[in-house]
């Protein structure tokens, strides 16, 4: 027996009977199609199919909205708002469009706090223009080239390695208890930008000095 109404049901019992042999029970006139009897597909493999398909796309369309909705990373440091001097130090050395381009580059982010450990007067003579260059220096020496997450970090077979930064000078690396960058620990790590990641560390790191 067919349930169903118009031709829909008429061309879907010819289709799936010629097919499979089975009747063709479609849900709510021409939706999905349910098959019986003993010839043919599980009574529930169309059915099963099309809510996997659903989850899918819906997982598709899930991860394209949240790609999108994130901010590159100057504006995602911005809206965590424990950087805050640390995007006060980017605009002042000029580095706002360079981390605002495509990129894709890894950044590990001193906290505001971090900043605080510096010497009493380090962070005020930096931010002045005259010592612009030496900012520079600093700054990108907490910016890799590439998008380096957690898991190639801490997956390197070297649990002590270097990592060059964009400032030119290899940044060292030490993964034997916890994580560790030039001394300064991560403490969180993947926080995801549309044009690269964020790591967090408790110490702002310094450059080697030019022998």
Known sequence: MIQGTGNCVDRAYSDRKHATGAIVRPVSGCGIPIHS??????????LK???????????????????RAAGDIVDTATKAGNFTTLV????????????????????FAPTDEAFKKLPAGTLESLLKPENKEQLVGILTYHVVPGSVDAAKITGNKQKQF??????????????????KVSGANVTKTDINASNGVIHVIDAVILPPEKS
Not at 54 to 62: M, Q
């Open 37 to 46: 009897g003993t010839k043919g597909a599980s009574p529930m493999f169309s």
């Open 88 to 107: 006060a130090a980017v605009k002042a050395a000029g580095l706002v469009d360079t981390l605002k381009g495509p990129g894709p580059f890894t950044v």
């Open 162 to 179: 270097g990592i060059k930064s964009v400032q030119g000078a290899e940044i060292p690396v030490d993964t034997r208890d916890g994580v």
């Open 49 to 67: 199919s099309t809510v996997v398909g659903l989850v899918l796309a819906a997982s598709l369309v899930a991860t394209t909205v949240s790609a």
